[in-house]
């Protein structure tokens, strides 16, 4: 229950003063009738304020006619004076009252709210409010000194899965266990807190050298990707991390976490499971890629992708059997950019969905225009495969092209089946259905093709170009090409070999028992207005499908 008390002053006497205000006055030692300069005296010694400047503090506010509050803190009791003038003259002769308020138990409510604020409900570390307290008490401390402190982004390796197969109670547990390691890595003075998600910021204060906190980096590391026994379950995820010291990197809190992100974008990008610092280089190049982004992003509206085609010939015929759409992109400033320069950042922040979208409408509509029954190949994402409308766009693509559905191909890698592998085959037998081709690019660059050849009749195999360019370098180079050409022909799948430059290449590649090459050697990707006349060339005029 809320203590209040009220007195009123007039001629320097109290002349009313309420039972809780009495109360609240013997609990801080006071007399219960006190004049108003013992009353005012008395506020100096709670305050540990001089006569004086409290005096002329209460005058000036009663000569405005407002109010005046303190706040008086005792360890068993917090109190909220406020004195109100009624009347007017100087502070010791006019009529004026004073409110008493216990707010113990208020301030006490405020202050746990305060705390649970600024803590992380799930680790019970400090979350991002009060990391940048931390942090910014640490700048500070640097700035009045020669110390310095580094600033550690932690980011965990492979949690979502764990998330998206065991659930959010599991993965909310392992959270906090990772909280507890990264506590265990810490020194007094240093602060671990959660910043959200699977995120973590460590904050090591005044560490001796940098080698001290590239140990505390390599420690994280170890530490949170050892084995974790949730509930039964064995888990093993793993940590990327990024540093930023100041004040090499700055000595502004934003400044420190941005560079300690980029360093963190670094980590992941060369594999994951390390830790990097930051590097001045990093911003520029960070820079350049949210341009790129922008452009990109700008690309599609401007009209500025175009497709080209590199045919593919069958050997036993010399005859040309298709061509693969291979993307492009003319930037009016930055003239031609290379797909390895955009296709890996289209994948990274989903741009690859409508642009792949794009592919594939764009593909149908020329190919409808070749002679028949030349088919165009098409490379789709796993990230296309992601989301419900890959089989959508494909017969709307079809239809609005009037492209028969057995001239098309469709190829992807083993990067397509890596990822909720069921639903994936299920869309792949929905495209069969349809008289789609299925293609595997890329054959025997990953761990597990032969078991994807299993898993799904693919219609062709492409054997990648590294296997075609080790043919001639490598002693069993043509074992390799072979052993993939005999497993095609036995599982009555084509099989074209890519990246076929030279004669000798094609040579070996004929003897080995491929079915169809693709390279420079037949021909150069080639603008999708110029192919019908390279078409007239091979003496392959026909007409365009009706």
Same mark, same amino acid.
């Given at each position: 229950?809320?203590?209040?008390?009220?007195?009123?002053?007039? @001629?320097?006497?109290?002349?009313?003063?309420?039972?809780? !205000?009495?109360?609240?006055?013997?609990?801080?030692?006071?007399?219960?009738?006190?004049?108003? =300069?013992?009353?005012?005296?008395?506020?100096?010694?709670?305050? &540990?304020?001089?006569?004086?400047?409290?005096?002329?503090?209460?005058?000036?506010?009663?000569?405005?006619?407002?109010?005046?509050?303190?706040?008086?803190?005792?360890?068993? %009791?917090?109190?909220?004076?406020?004195?109100?003038?009624?009347?007017?003259?100087?502070?010791?002769?006019?009529? /004026?009252?004073?409110?008493?308020?216990?707010?113990?138990? =208020?301030? !006490? &409510?405020?202050?746990? &709210?305060?705390?649970?604020?600024?803590?992380?409900?799930?680790?019970?570390?400090?979350?991002?409010?009060?990391?940048?307290?931390?942090?910014?008490?640490?700048?500070?401390?640097?700035?009045?000194?020669? #110390?310095?402190?580094?600033?550690?982004?932690?980011?965990?390796?492979?949690?979502?899965?764990?998330?998206?197969?065991?659930?959010?109670?599991?993965?909310?547990?392992?959270? #906090?266990?990772?909280?507890? =390691?990264?506590?265990?890595?810490?020194?007094?003075?240093?602060?671990?807190?959660?910043?959200?998600?699977?995120?973590?910021?460590?904050?090591?204060? #005044?560490?001796?050298?940098?080698?001290?906190?590239?140990?505390?980096?390599?420690?994280?590391?170890?530490?949170?990707?050892?084995? +974790?026994?949730?509930?039964?379950?064995?888990?093993?995820?793993?940590?990327?991390?990024?540093?930023?010291?100041?004040?090499?990197?700055?000595?502004?809190?934003?400044?420190?976490?941005?560079? !300690?992100?980029?360093?963190?974008?670094?980590?992941?990008?060369?594999?994951?499971?390390?830790?990097?610092?930051?590097?001045?280089? %990093?911003?520029?190049?960070?820079?350049?890629?949210?341009?790129?982004?922008?452009?990109?992003?700008? #690309?599609?509206?401007?009209?500025?992708?175009?497709?080209? +085609?590199?045919?593919?010939?069958?050997?036993?015929?010399?005859?040309?059997?298709?061509?693969?759409?291979?993307?492009? /992109?003319?930037?009016?400033?930055?003239?031609?950019?290379?797909?390895?320069?955009?296709?890996?950042?289209?994948?990274?922040?989903?741009?690859?969905?409508?642009?792949?979208? /794009?592919?594939?409408?764009?593909?149908?509509?020329? !190919?409808?225009?070749?002679?028949?029954?030349?088919?165009?190949?098409?490379?789709?994402?796993?990230?296309?495969?992601?989301?419900?409308?890959?089989?959508?766009?494909?017969?709307?693509?079809?239809?609005?092209?009037?492209?028969?559905?057995?001239?098309?191909?469709?190829?992807?890698?083993? @990067?397509?089946?890596?990822?909720?592998?069921?639903?994936?085959?299920?869309?792949?037998?929905?495209?069969?259905?349809?008289?789609?081709?299925?293609?595997?690019?890329?054959?025997?660059?990953? +761990?597990?093709?032969?078991?994807?050849?299993?898993?799904?009749?693919?219609?062709?195999?492409?054997?990648?170009?590294?296997?075609?360019?080790?043919?001639?370098?490598?002693?069993?180079?043509?074992?390799?090409?072979?052993?993939?050409? @005999?497993?095609?022909?036995?599982?009555?799948?084509?099989?074209?070999?890519?990246?076929?430059?030279?004669?000798?290449?094609?040579?070996?590649?004929?003897?080995?028992?491929?079915?169809?090459?693709?390279?420079?050697?037949?021909?150069?990707?080639?603008?999708?207005?110029?192919?019908?006349?390279?078409?007239?060339?091979?003496?392959?005029? @026909?007409?365009?499908?009706?």
């Amino acid at each position: 229950m809320v203590r209040q008390g009220f007195l009123l002053f007039e @001629g320097g006497r109290v002349i009313l003063c309420t039972d809780p !205000a009495r109360d609240i006055l013997t609990a801080f030692d006071l007399s219960t009738d006190p004049t108003a =300069r013992s009353a005012l005296r008395a506020l100096c010694r709670l305050l &540990a304020l001089h006569p004086r400047a409290l005096f002329a503090q209460v005058r000036q506010a009663f000569e405005r006619h407002e109010p005046v509050a303190f706040e008086v803190v005792r360890p068993a %009791m917090t109190v909220d004076i406020r004195l109100h003038p009624v009347g007017c003259g100087n502070a010791a002769a006019t009529r /004026w009252t004073v409110t008493l308020e216990d707010v113990t138990t =208020r301030r !006490a &409510a405020e202050a746990a &709210a305060s705390s649970h604020a600024r803590l992380d409900p799930l680790t019970g570390l400090p979350n991002r409010r009060h990391l940048r307290e931390h942090l910014e008490e640490a700048l500070a401390r640097v700035g009045a000194s020669a #110390a310095s402190c580094a600033v550690l982004l932690v980011d965990l390796d492979r949690f979502k899965p764990v998330n998206d197969t065991l659930g959010h109670a599991i993965g909310d547990a392992l959270l #906090a266990k990772v909280g507890d =390691r990264l506590s265990a890595t810490l020194r007094p003075g240093d602060t671990v807190a959660r910043i959200g998600g699977d995120e973590f910021v460590v904050v090591q204060s #005044a560490p001796a050298n940098v080698e001290e906190t590239r140990a505390l980096a390599r420690r994280i590391v170890d530490l949170v990707g050892r084995t +974790y026994m949730v509930e039964g379950h064995l888990l093993t995820i793993g940590a990327s991390v990024g540093v930023a010291l100041a004040p090499e990197d700055g000595m502004d809190a934003d400044r420190l976490l941005k560079c !300690a992100d980029l360093a963190l974008y670094r980590a992941k990008l060369e594999g994951r499971g390390t830790f990097r610092f930051f590097e001045a280089e %990093m911003d520029a190049r960070m820079q350049a890629r949210r341009r790129l982004e922008l452009d990109m992003r700008q #690309a599609l509206g401007r009209r500025e992708f175009t497709l080209h +085609y590199q045919p593919q010939m069958n050997l036993g015929s010399d005859r040309l059997t298709g061509c693969e759409a291979l993307l492009r /992109w003319q930037h009016p400033e930055r003239g031609t950019v290379s797909p390895a320069d955009f296709i890996p950042l289209a994948e990274e922040i989903g741009l690859i969905v409508p642009i792949g979208e /794009w592919v594939i409408r764009q593909a149908c509509r020329d !190919a409808a225009t070749w002679p028949a029954p030349i088919t165009v190949a098409v490379n789709v994402s796993p990230a296309q495969f992601k989301g419900d409308r890959l089989v959508e766009v494909i017969v709307s693509a079809l239809a609005s092209s009037g492209l028969p559905a057995e001239r098309l191909e469709i190829e992807i890698t083993e @990067g397509v089946l890596l990822q909720e592998n069921a639903r994936t085959l299920r869309i792949l037998h929905r495209l069969r259905a349809l008289g789609i081709r299925v293609s595997m690019d890329d054959f025997g660059t990953g +761990y597990s093709s032969l078991s994807y050849l299993r898993s799904f009749p693919f219609d062709k195999i492409k054997i990648d170009r590294s296997f075609v360019a080790d043919i001639t370098r490598k002693p069993d180079g043509d074992a390799v090409i072979r052993a993939i050409a @005999g497993l095609g022909r036995s599982l009555g799948m084509t099989t074209v070999a890519e990246g076929v430059e030279t004669e000798d290449q094609m040579r070996r590649i004929r003897a080995e028992g491929c079915t169809d090459v693709q390279g420079y050697l037949v021909s150069r990707p080639i603008p999708a207005e110029a192919l019908l006349t390279f078409f007239a060339s091979r003496g392959q005029h @026909g007409l365009a499908h009706a």
